[in-house]
């Protein structure tokens, strides 16, 4: 619910009030994400959903609309500590856009973090995913939007005939 909010009411309804409204958006088909299972097991979980459903994106100051074009945007990744370095991040945001083009997308956004040169940056730190997971999924950098962060996008191919 971090982007769905703004941070006070965010604030206001921390923990199982949250928790809460997230399932009454899943109750109510709204698009939020994809899960990844390993057998019955859930591994993984990728946030896409169209930006307009995102109040804090709108605010954001570093992550301001580049165009007027409608996208959908991913805004979190989690993938269980078993299953990282594996490649998983990469297969998790390609599918994310194959449930996003699948619904209607034309374009999927991401806000990827850019670890500093030769250093690891803390899992903690890394809930947007990776600049180099993106690039491996087919995106392309559209905006530098920090020292630490770019916007990338993935377009869907045309439909061959």
Same mark, same amino acid.
């Given at each position: 619910?971090?982007?769905?909010?703004?941070?006070?009411?965010?604030?206001?309804?921390?923990?199982?009030?949250?928790?809460? !409204?997230?399932?009454?958006?899943? @109750?109510?088909?709204?698009?939020? %994400?994809?899960?990844?299972? /390993?057998?019955?097991?859930? *591994?993984?979980?990728?946030?896409?959903?169209?930006?307009?459903?995102?109040?804090?994106?709108?605010?954001?100051?570093?992550?301001?609309?580049?165009?007027?074009?409608?996208?959908?945007?991913?805004?979190?990744?989690?993938?269980?500590?078993?299953?990282?370095?594996?490649?998983?991040?990469?297969? !998790?945001?390609?599918?994310?856009? @194959?449930?996003?083009?699948?619904? %209607?997308?034309?374009?999927? /956004?991401?806000?990827?973090? *850019?670890?500093?040169?030769?250093?690891?940056?803390?899992?903690?730190?890394?809930?947007?995913?990776?600049?180099?997971?993106?690039?491996?999924?087919?995106?392309?950098?559209?905006?530098?939007?920090?020292?630490?962060?770019?916007?990338?996008?993935?377009?869907?191919?045309?439909?061959?005939?």
């Amino acid at each position: 619910m971090t982007w769905r909010l703004p941070a006070n009411e965010y604030e206001k309804n921390k923990g199982a009030k949250n928790c809460d !409204l997230f399932h009454q958006l899943i @109750k109510q088909k709204e698009p939020v %994400g994809i899960i990844a299972f /390993e057998s019955s097991v859930p *591994i993984g979980w990728c946030s896409v959903s169209p930006r307009e459903k995102l109040v804090r994106l709108k605010n954001s100051r570093i992550f301001k609309s580049i165009d007027d074009k409608p996208v959908w945007s991913i805004t979190c990744l989690y993938i269980d500590k078993r299953y990282r370095k594996r490649g998983m991040s990469v297969k !998790l945001v390609e599918e994310a856009c @194959k449930y996003a083009f699948k619904q %209607g997308a034309k374009i999927v /956004e991401a806000y990827p973090v *850019i670890p500093p040169l030769n250093k690891n940056i803390p899992d903690l730190f890394a809930y947007y995913g990776l600049e180099s997971a993106y690039q491996k999924a087919g995106f392309i950098k559209v905006k530098q939007a920090s020292d630490s962060r770019t916007v990338m996008r993935c377009y869907k191919a045309p439909q061959q005939d």
